[in-house]
């Protein structure tokens, strides 16, 4: 799985490296250490890659994708020769494409030459998603430069309705006949458990999992990715990282915005659909999960399926459902759109944009303790924590005035690990005080470019690590969990409750979270450190 990536973490030749380059010499040196644990051996003469992305004239292809293959070939992180082939309906050149991708895929002084050597490494093709002639016509362009051991990578940013379609035709034309194939299909994997085992028998009778990458990007995150480190690799948390000693756990994903204009998408599937289903259950999953027997990937992913299998399916009185209103009083005029006012949305939309469940896990470690999952859209921040809350102190002596430790692992913005304690306040008083151990990244590892998600993820696919990919059978139980509600959201269509832009959201969330024994004081702010002292 590991002979496909030549020349990985080859370093450009001084005089073509740019003294701008966003990959700083810290973090691409971060990068490529992790790299070398992949045991990466062949010969780039005899070994060619083709990275063909579907939906190449869409939003997801110029937003995410293009501005990540041209991250990874800036920072020459990918195979040295590797092509990319875009495909889409749109009839369109390589420089109309380029043009598109302008304001996302962009040179920074001394990269310009760079910029023109990886657009030349483009090709575009104008097809069908059911034409076999089409398709032949990406066969003989993939074709044109591959080398005896010819490597295929197909990336589907299309909607789900085609990608039957597409990966039948993949499976009849496409396939390499020499080397590796392998198909990384974006979310959403279904909207219920039907769909979803329908599609996943579809795609099961036409590749091998080995072949299948369903994507999450978020865990290519480096705090997602952080959390088994964090778990297994210290003896601090592993003595109490139980029901004796959590009183709760909540997932929460918040963003400041709303549907910007594209309501009548986000209709079809709602926040829990875009969000809970996926994102916060991958969150739960490596969070709640026991000790992997080793850190390969099928290890860590029975393990997954393993705590969801334990996780009763998902009832209404175990949810709040909001939906944001628009404030008048913004000076915003964002902000002072509703959900509703979005023209894209249907009238009387009962879709909801905010959504709090609780988790409740039948095993031994977890037994009575909470996990409150929870996202919206268009509230007053834009974050996405994991907060394991502790029980109180018993045998209190210090007068009622310690509060409960949390540990804190803060996934967007400021990626951090905080650990909350009560110390004492300098000067001679006995007098308790919040403070925290804190991890930030960018004050530990300052000098460090962060690799996006996205870029990781691609990176593993390259390398053959699913590592960070859903497994049809962790897919088939998340989707156990949510179907029932979401049927019963869908036939009853129960009113969301309605809470203002640029809000917390609905006060019934906070009820919800206080109900299964979150304590909040809100005497603590975390802030990030201005910097890191030296040691």
């Not at 993949?170 to 085992?197: H, L, N, Q, Y």
């Not at 008048?328 to 709090?356: H, I, K, N, Q, W």
């Amino acid at each position: 799985a590991y002979n496909c990536l030549i020349h990985f973490y080859k370093r450009m030749p001084p005089h073509s490296r740019s003294p701008n380059c966003e990959g700083n010499p810290e973090g691409l040196r971060l990068l490529r250490d992790s790299l070398k644990s992949c045991n990466i051996s062949s010969s780039s003469l005899l070994v060619s890659h083709v990275f063909v992305v579907f939906g190449a004239s869409g939003d997801l292809a110029w937003k995410k994708i293009y501005p990540t293959l041209w991250a990874l070939f800036r920072d020459r992180l990918i195979p040295q020769g590797t092509r990319v082939v875009g495909y889409a309906r749109s009839k369109m050149t390589v420089s109309q494409l380029r043009e598109n991708c302008a304001g996302t895929v962009k040179a920074k002084k001394g990269e310009e030459d760079l910029l023109d050597q990886f657009w030349a490494a483009n090709k575009y093709v104008a097809g069908s998603y059911h034409d076999t002639a089409d398709f032949d016509l990406l066969v003989k362009e993939m074709a044109a430069e591959e080398k005896p051991c010819a490597n295929r990578l197909f990336y589907l940013a299309l909607p789900p309705s085609v990608f039957k379609q597409i990966t039948s035709m993949i499976k009849a034309c496409c396939m390499s006949p020499t080397g590796w194939t392998r198909v990384i299909v974006e979310k959403p994997f279904g909207k219920d458990s039907t769909s979803s085992a329908d599609l996943s028998c579809h795609l099961r009778e036409l590749f091998s999992e080995e072949q299948l990458y369903r994507i999450d990007h978020y865990l290519g995150k480096e705090m997602v990715q952080n959390v088994i480190s964090l778990r297994f690799g210290n003896m601090i948390f592993g003595p109490t990282w139980n029901r004796d000693s959590i009183a709760n756990v909540k997932i929460t994903f918040k963003e400041p915005f709303g549907t910007k204009g594209r309501g009548g998408y986000f209709d079809e599937f709602g926040i829990i659909r875009d969000v809970m289903q996926n994102h916060l259950v991958q969150l739960f999953c490596l969070t709640a999960m026991e000790k992997p027997v080793s850190t390969s990937p099928d290890d860590i992913r029975d393990e997954k399926v393993k705590v969801l299998k334990s996780v009763p399916a998902l009832s209404l009185s175990n949810c709040v459902l909001g939906q944001y209103e628009g404030d008048p009083a913004s000076e915003d005029p964002d902000a002072r759109m509703g959900y509703l006012d979005d023209p894209t949305v249907p009238a009387g939309s009962t879709c909801p944009t905010f959504a709090a469940a609780v988790f409740n896990i039948n095993n031994e470690r977890w037994d009575g303790v909470p996990f409150i999952l929870k996202c919206g859209k268009a509230l007053g921040e834009r974050k996405a924590e994991v907060r394991i809350q502790y029980k109180d102190v018993p045998g209190d002596i210090f007068d009622g005035s310690t509060v409960r430790n949390e540990l804190v692992i803060r996934v967007q913005p400021n990626e951090s690990v905080y650990l909350k304690v009560m110390t004492k306040t300098p000067g001679m008083s006995f007098t308790l005080q919040e403070t925290e151990l804190d991890l930030t990244y960018k004050s530990r590892y300052k000098d460090a470019r962060l690799p996006e998600a996205y870029e990781r993820l691609i990176l593993d696919v390259f390398v053959g690590s699913q590592m960070h990919f859903v497994r049809s059978d962790e897919l088939a139980e998340a989707w156990r969990i949510f179907t029932p509600l979401l049927h019963t959201i869908e036939k009853d269509k129960p009113q969301p409750i309605k809470y203002k832009y640029g809000s917390r959201g609905p006060a019934e969330a906070d009820t919800l979270a206080m109900q299964n024994n979150f304590n909040y004081t809100g005497r603590y702010k975390w802030t990030a450190p201005a910097h890191s002292p030296k040691k």
